[in-house]
């Protein structure tokens, strides 16, 4: 990263060429310098420095401040300026400069489009924004890898779910935190909210909250609902999987499968994988292998329990993960060892996708495993959601279709790893880059036909 250094120095007592050395004794590596203000005795520079951790940040500065003759008026950083006064804002479609033209957009003439939609109030797609646009829903009960935070500290993280949503399908987000840990509250919340726009995306809400209000949003409400943390992350996995094993040359009904970590992502995953015709996953959590012999205080626990583990294998992951042909790890960082990955099968698949650090790190795991996958960006085949919300919005939207369903994401999954083509297909290009001009159109046909084929679209594209 990249800090910038406001620094006022005393020409008398220091020279800069001091300052930049111990800049670079402290890890730094100094890019630019700008001239804010001269004189005589004094100047004011503006110094950027690229780091490679908050741990080094703080060593410089501290460095600096222990120099005679400087003094540091303010620390920025390239991230923190990119954020002034939002990353997003609304802009009209067309300018209003005359009475005539104001009278249209506003009273009196807005009244004729008002009551048109009072009386058919499908008009709404044609006449207002609902058409275009999504509500990026969250109570910050489990963002990103921060856990719960507040409202407003989430604010960042949707507006930029909302500007990946406008760059990669020309979908209109918008952002609405809520300050609400009430499961009925929230419910309510979004269902008045709901005629303003045509989705709902779901987003950092902890489980098992979260199961609970999708479920009912999907059943009282008559647009699509999305819970991106589960079913994004699901979508995508499936997609480099169904490529994984093409280059394993292996079958995904023949698999054994341990997925790691039972929450939002890795129910939604394993439904995902049962979809798509796996028949033996087990579920593995911090008390070992999910099975039939128990019952959970967490009902979708016991719904795992039901509809996976053929076998009814218990014990730890060090256990089950013996014969697995694949692992899917959404849990917690270094649960994954290497005498684990040395006990799967041969040409094992590991997707170890705990964010920022890994399941296992792909140096420890890469000379076992024939393919490996991460939700990182600096290894190869990230699982990112980013490669699917923008297209699957982008299709319900286009087909003004009423839910998200099965078949829909499974739908999505396959375009996603069709974007890949045969003879680009290796263990470490299994899955597209987020700015692959492909995926988008490809999801967004795909999901419109398992709409109309599953009876949720009501407009034909």
């Not at 040409?347 to 296992?360: C, W």
Request: glycine share 6%; hydrophobic share 40%.
């Amino acid at each position: 990263m990249t800090i910038i250094l406001r620094l006022e120095i005393h020409k008398k007592e220091i020279t800069f060429g001091e300052i930049a050395t111990v800049i670079s004794k402290s890890g730094g590596d100094m890019i630019a310098i700008d001239v804010i203000k001269e004189g005589p005795e004094m100047t004011v520079r503006d110094i950027s420095v690229n780091v490679n951790s908050d741990e080094k940040q703080k060593m410089i500065i501290d460095s600096i401040h222990n120099l005679p003759g400087v003094s540091v008026k303010h620390v920025s950083d390239r991230t923190f300026l990119l954020h002034l006064g939002g990353k997003i804002e609304v802009k009209s479609k067309t300018t209003i400069d005359n009475r005539e033209e104001l009278s249209q957009v506003y009273t009196p003439e807005v009244a004729r489009i008002c009551m048109a939609i009072e009386e058919n109030p499908k008009l709404a797609y044609n006449l207002t924004i609902k058409k275009n646009t999504v509500a990026v829903v969250s109570n910050a009960t489990a963002v990103l890898g921060l856990g719960k935070i507040s409202p407003e500290a989430a604010m960042p993280v949707m507006e930029g779910k909302a500007m990946l949503f406008k760059q990669f399908a020309g979908v209109d987000a918008y952002p609405l935190c809520l300050h609400s840990n009430d499961t009925e509250e929230m419910i309510r919340i979004i269902k008045a909210l709901s005629p303003s726009f045509g989705g709902i995306n779901l987003e950092d809400i902890a489980s098992p909250q979260c199961f609970e209000i999708e479920q009912r949003l999907k059943k009282e409400l008559d647009i699509p609902v999305f819970h991106d943390d589960q079913h994004g992350t699901a979508i995508v996995a499936l997609a480099g999987l169904l490529n994984a094993l093409k280059v394993t040359k292996k079958r995904i009904e023949n698999c054994k499968i341990v997925v790691c970590g039972i929450g939002a992502a890795g129910i939604a995953i394993t439904k995902m994988l049962l979809a798509g015709g796996a028949k033996n996953v087990i579920g593995v959590d911090r008390h070992g292998a999910l099975n039939r012999d128990e019952t959970y205080d967490n009902e979708m626990w016991n719904w795992y329990a039901s509809n996976t583990n053929p076998s009814n294998e218990k014990g730890p992951l060090s256990s089950v993960i013996k014969g697995a042909d694949v692992f899917i790890g959404v849990s917690a960082p270094n649960v994954l060892k290497v005498e684990d990955v040395k006990n799967m099968a041969h040409e094992p698949i590991v997707f170890a996708l705990a964010n920022p650090n890994p399941e296992i790190s792909p140096e420890v795991a890469k000379p076992y495993v024939k393919v490996m996958a991460t939700g990182r960006s600096d290894y190869p085949n990230q699982v990112n959601n980013v490669l699917c919300f923008p297209g699957m919005f982008r299709g319900v939207l286009d087909c003004r279709a009423s839910d998200i369903n099965e078949e829909m994401k499974l739908a999505a999954a396959e375009a996603i790893a069709s974007t890949i083509s045969e003879e680009e297909l290796n263990e470490d290009y299994i899955i597209p880059g987020v700015f692959n001009d492909q995926v988008v159109p490809k999801i967004r046909e795909a999901v419109i036909k398992a709409g109309y084929e599953t009876g949720v679209a009501k407009k034909k594209d």
